[in-house]
C-alpha cells in the first residue's frame, strides 16, 4: 500500500511539472495550420529583438557572474576562515533577496539613485545597466553564496591556506591559485544557477527600462500566440542546459577535494 | 649565537594561559623535538613560530632576524602539517613547484628544484599524479618535498606521522631524520610520541602546562629525568613508596626489607618515591643488586620483549626481559625475586 502510495505520489508529480510543458511545447509546433512545424521558433530566432535581448541578458549574467564570484568567493572564504561564529548572520543576509521582492529593491534603487540624487546612475544607459548589473547580483547571492559555502565545506580551508603561507603566498594567490580552483564546480553551479535567473529575470529590467530577455518574453507574450509558446520552450531548454552543464563539471573535475 | 631564538614567549586565548615564558636557543641543522601531553602548548608554540598565532609577549629570531611580527609567508620557514595539506588541484609536481613559483624563480630553476626533490624523496616519477593517486605516507613525503623546494631556513614539523599507521610511520620518520641531516636544515618537530622523539631529535623539549620541563638529549632525558612529570611521561617507570632510615647513607625501607642505595638522599624527607625503568629491572640478578620479593601478578608478551607484572611490598614493579625461545617466562601466581642496581634508582623530585 505503501509502494502504491509512493508511485502514485511520484507520477503525480511528474504530470504536474510535465503535462503543462508538453502542453506548452505542442501549442508551439501548431503556428502552421493542420501540421506540426517549427515556424514559431523560425520566427522567434529570426527577430532582431529577440536577438539583441538575449544578447543582452546573456552579456548581462555573464557579468553578474564574474561580480558574483569577486564579491562571495573570498566573503564566504574570510567567513569561513576568521569570522565563523558570523556564519549565520552572513547566511541570513544572504537570504534577504529571497524575501524582499525585486520590485522593492528596484524602488530602492530608484530613490537613490535618480537622476537628482548625489550619485544619478539612472541618468545614463551605462549607469542604469551598472545599477542592473547590481540588482542582479544581488538577486542570485543567496544561490551563489550557499553554492560556494558548500564547495568551502568540502576542503580544510585553514590547513590549506596555512601550508599556502607558509610556502610564502599572499591572499591574492591563496584564493587564485588555491581555494578558487579548489571550489570550482561549486562556483560553476551558482554560476549556472545565476546565469538561468538572470535570462528570465523581468521585474528589475522592465522597472529600470533595459532592453533584457525578459520584458521582451512579456511583450511578445501579450501580442502574439504561438511565439510565446516557443519562447518559454527556448529559455526553459537554456534553464535545463544550464542544470545539465552543472553536473557535467562536476563529472569530470580531474582532481577530487581533500577531506576535511 | 642560536639560529632559532624563543624568547620568554608566552600566549594567552582568552583568560587561559597557554604557553608561559618559554625559551628555547636551536642550532643550525640541529633537530629539536617538542614533546608533550594535548594541550601542553607544544603546537601552540610551533604556530607562533610559523607565524600563525601571534605570542602574547616575547621574542622570536630566526638567524639573527627578529621575525616576530612578520606575516607567515615573510618568514622563510617550511612546514609539514599532519593532515598533508596538498594542493587538490595541483599534482605532485605543482605541489613541490608551488613555494618556487610564489617567489618567482625561473622556470629552469623550478624544473630543477622539483626533480631534486621527488628524488630526494625517492618518488622520482609520480610527479604527474594527483594527490589522492597517492598512499598516506607518499602524500606526507610530498608535504616534506614542497616544504623543502624553497630551501627555507626552518623546517617546522607539525605531528607529521601521526595520521600514517604504525610500519609507514617507523620507515617515515627514518627517512625524514636522513634528509634533514643531508640538508643540514634546522628543525623543530612536534608530538606527542615519546618514541618519535626519542629516536630522531638532537635534543627534546619536554612541554607541560605551556612550561619547558626539561630541555636535553634524548639520552638524558631518558635516563635522568629532571623532574616527575618527564619521569613518568617519557617512557614507562615503576615508582615505589619508601621510608628513609638513615638518609645521609641512603639506607631505606620498602615494605619490611632495608635495601641501601649507596648514596646520600635530600634531607627531610621521611617518605621518597623511588623511580626504576622495566629494563633495569631483571628476575634474578647479579652480586651487589637490591632484591625484592614478590608475585607475579601478570605477564604480557611483545614480541621481542616480555613485560612481566611484580607484586612487591611497596607496589607494582612492571620487568622487561628479552624473549628467550628457550627458556619459559614465569606465569601469574608465582613467587619471584626481583633485583635492580642500585645506580638505576631515581629519587624523583617534584
Known amino acids: 500500500m505503501t509502494r502504491f502510495l509512493a508511485w502514485a505520489m511520484f507520477l503525480f508529480g511528474v504530470a504536474y511539472f510535465a503535462l503543462p510543458l508538453f502542453g506548452m511545447t505542442e501549442f508551439s509546433l501548431r503556428m502552421r495550420r493542420g501540421v506540426y512545424s517549427l515556424d514559431a521558433y523560425r520566427v522567434v530566432l529570426g527577430d532582431p529583438q529577440f536577438q539583441a535581448t538575449f544578447a543582452y541578458s546573456t552579456v548581462m549574467a555573464l557579468l553578474t557572474i564574474v561580480v558574483g ?43 537613490l539613485f535618480n537622476t537628482s540624487s548625489w550619485l544619478p546612475l539612472t541618468g545614463t544607459a ?19 553564496y550557499r553554492a560556494v559555502d558548500n564547495g568551502l565545506r568540502t576542503i580544510d580551508v585553514r590547513t590549506l591556506t596555512e601550508a599556502a603561507q607558509s610556502l610564502g603566498a599572499g591572499w591574492a594567490t591563496i584564493l587564485a591559485r588555491v581555494i578558487l580552483p579548489n571550489v570550482l564546480v561549486a562556483v560553476l553551479s551558482g554560476a549556472f544557477l545565476t546565469f538561468a535567473i538572470v535570462i528570465g529575470e523581468f521585474v528589475m529590467a522592465a522597472l529600470l527600462n533595459r532592453p533584457a530577455f525578459g520584458p521582451y518574453l512579456q511583450l511578445m507574450g501579450a501580442n502574439k ?5 516557443a519562447l518559454a520552450v527556448i529559455a526553459f531548454v537554456v534553464t535545463w542546459v544550464c542544470m545539465g552543464l552543472i553536473s557535467l563539471v562536476t563529472r569530470f573535475q580531474k582532481f577530487t577535494p581533500a577531506p576535511r | 649565537m642560536a639560529f632559532l631564538e624563543l624568547s620568554a614567549l608566552q600566549k594567552y586565548f582568552g583568560a587561559n594561559h597557554v604557553v608561559r615564558s618559554f625559551d628555547l636557543d636551536v642550532a643550525k641543522g640541529e633537530f629539536v623535538t617538542l614533546l608533550g601531553p594535548s594541550g601542553c602548548g607544544k603546537t601552540t608554540v610551533l604556530r607562533m613560530v610559523a607565524g600563525f598565532e601571534t ?25 609539514v602539517f599532519q593532515a598533508y595539506a596538498l594542493f587538490p588541484n595541483m599534482t605532485v609536481a605543482e605541489n613541490v613547484a608551488f613555494g618556487l613559483r610564489v617567489a618567482g624563480r625561473p622556470r629552469a630553476e623550478i624544473d630543477a628544484g622539483v626533480r631534486e626533490m621527488l628524488t630526494l624523496i625517492r618518488l622520482p616519477d609520480l610527479g604527474g599524479r594527483y594527490p589522492f593517486q597517492l598512499s598516506g605516507g607518499q602524500q606526507q613525503r610530498v608535504a616534506l618535498a614542497r616544504a623543502l623546494a624553497a630551501r627555507p631556513k626552518v623546517l617546522l614539523l607539525d605531528e607529521p606521522l601521526s595520521a600514517l599507521d604504525a610500519k609507514i610511520r617507523v620507515s617515515l620518520r627514518t627517512e625524514i631524520r636522513a634528509i634533514q641531516r643531508q640538508l643540514g636544515i634546522t628543525t623543530i618537530f612536534v608530538t606527542h610520541d615519546q618514541e618519535e622523539a626519542l629516536s630522531m631529535s638532537d635534543r627534546i623539549v ?5 612550561v619547558a620541563e626539561q630541555v636535553g638529549p634524548p639520552f638524558e632525558i631518558y635516563n635522568r629525568p629532571a623532574t616527575r612529570f618527564v619521569a613518568g611521561f617519557v617512557g614507562t617507570l615503576n615508582q615505589i613508596a619508601a621510608e628513609v632510615i638513615d638518609a645521609g647513607a641512603g639506607r631505606l625501607a620498602v615494605g619490611g626489607a632495608e635495601i641501601a642505595l649507596g648514596r646520600a638522599i635530600p634531607p627531610g624527607q621521611g617518605t621518597v618515591s623511588l623511580a626504576l625503568r622495566p629494563e633495569a629491572v631483571g628476575l634474578g640478578g647479579r652480586p651487589g643488586d ?16 616480555v613485560r612481566v607484572r611484580v607484586e612487591v611490598a611497596g607496589g607494582s614493579i612492571a620487568v622487561d626481559t628479552f624473549n628467550n625461545a628457550a ?24
Open chain 1, 69 to 111: 564570484v569577486l564579491v562571495v568567493v573570498p566573503t564566504a572564504y574570510w567567513v569561513r576562515l576568521y569570522l565563523p561564529r558570523l556564519r549565520p548572520v552572513v547566511e541570513f543576509i544572504t537570504l534577504l533577496p529571497l524575501v524582499i521582492p525585486p520590485i522593492v529593491i528596484v524602488f530602492g534603487y530608484l530613490r
Open chain 1, 126 to 144: 551605462a549607469g542604469t545597466n551598472l545599477l542592473l548589473l547590481m540588482g542582479y547580483a544581488t538577486l542570485s547571492l543567496p544561490y551563489m
Open chain 1, 225 to 229: 500566440a504561438y511565439e510565446p509558446a
Open chain 2, 55 to 79: 605570542p602574547s609577549s616575547g621574542q622570536i629570531r630566526i638567524d639573527g632576524r627578529d621575525v616576530t611580527a612578520l606575516r607567515t609567508s615573510q618568514r622563510d620557514i617550511g612546514m
Open chain 2, 206 to 210: 619536554v612541554m607541560s602546562g605551556g
Open chain 2, 290 to 305: 637490591i632484591r625484592l620479593a614478590g608475585e607475579v601478578s601478570e605477564v604480557s608478551f611483545h614480541g621481542s620483549v
Open chain 2, 327 to 350: 627458556s619459559r617466562p614465569p606465569a601469574a601466581g608465582e613467587r619471584v625475586e626481583i633485583a635492580f642496581a642500585p645506580s638505576d634508582v631515581l629519587i624523583l623530585g617534584d
